[in-house]
């Protein structure tokens, strides 16, 4: 794979994106046999990384067309072929939307139900792969991602693992490391939402909120936004969820 890899990367793109599109073809009709498909999965990650964004597109547009024609059997096949290539980010805005609204309202049901720790990681695994980069993530899902991140990074409380999925963690940290500024300033304003807030009366969510702050990059942020931050950081400890009732961190949030 390798040697395949190396030779990809000196052609002209045109090259493996015509190849991408060819070995996606192949894996998608229903007359190709599981051991044709099988070797098609080991090498289209690698030939998915040497294509041009153009044919990526191409890829998850194909999908719309897949689910228009109620084609559910290509669907999944089309499915299986960017999951292995980490490439779902590249499906149709629309598509994204609904689908992680899916898994984000899925998150919130397991994280209240028996096993959660185990339960969470593989629904924050896919929501991940819809979130690489910054850009990733949509304007009408924001609101959603965000709380729903913040309410499972911060934890319910318990003496297990500090009350946070340890297999998820990592994950939902990722995913805030992405937030942009904006962002960050409605973290802040999802933890004065009474389910959040009421969960300081708990020392273990008291230090995993202070966990997510701290991952924060204050130099990217705003004045107020900062000192909002530095503020809970030095007293949520001491106030707990009476915290976002204190003047001066009323005052900091008045305008974020």
């Keep these: 794979m390798e040697h395949i890899k190396e030779n990809l990367t000196k052609q002209n793109t045109r090259l493996s994106g015509n190849l991408l599109i060819t070995l996606f073809s192949i894996f998608t009709?229903?007359?190709t046999t599981p051991n044709v498909r099988d070797n098609i999965l080991k090498l289209a990650p690698v030939v998915w990384e040497a294509s041009p964004e153009e044919k990526k597109y191409d890829?998850?547009?194909k999908l719309d067309?897949?689910?228009l024609h109620l084609d559910d059997a290509t669907l999944e096949l089309g499915n299986r072929f960017l999951e292995k290539c980490y490439g779902v980010n590249y499906k149709s805005e629309g598509t994204r939307s609904r689908e992680l609204d899916s898994f984000l309202s899925r998150l919130s049901d397991v994280h209240y139900s028996f096993d959660n720790f185990h339960h969470e990681v593989p629904i924050a695994k896919q929501i991940k792969?819809?979130?690489i980069e910054e850009s990733d993530i949509l304007q009408n899902i924001?609101?959603?991602?965000?709380?729903?991140v913040l309410i499972c990074r911060i934890g319910n409380g318990n003496w297990y693992c500090e009350g946070v999925s340890p297999g998820a963690k990592n994950i939902y940290e990722d995913i805030i490391k992405l937030f942009n500024s904006k962002q960050i300033?409605?973290?802040i304003k999802f933890m004065s939402e009474t389910e959040i807030r009421n969960q300081f009366n708990m020392g273990n969510c008291v230090f995993q909120d202070k966990e997510v702050l701290g991952i924060v990059n204050l130099d990217l942020q705003e004045d107020r936004t900062r000192e909002a931050i530095e503020f809970i950081l030095d007293n949520i400890g001491s106030y707990k969820t009476k915290i976002f009732n204190t003047k001066e961190l009323k005052e900091c949030l008045r305008f974020l």
């Design 29 to 31: 009709k229903k007359n």
């Design 59 to 61: 890829i998850g547009f």
């Design 65 to 67: 067309h897949f689910a």
């Design 129 to 131: 792969r819809y979130i």
């Design 142 to 148: 924001e609101d959603k991602l965000i709380e729903t």
């Design 185 to 187: 300033n409605k973290l």
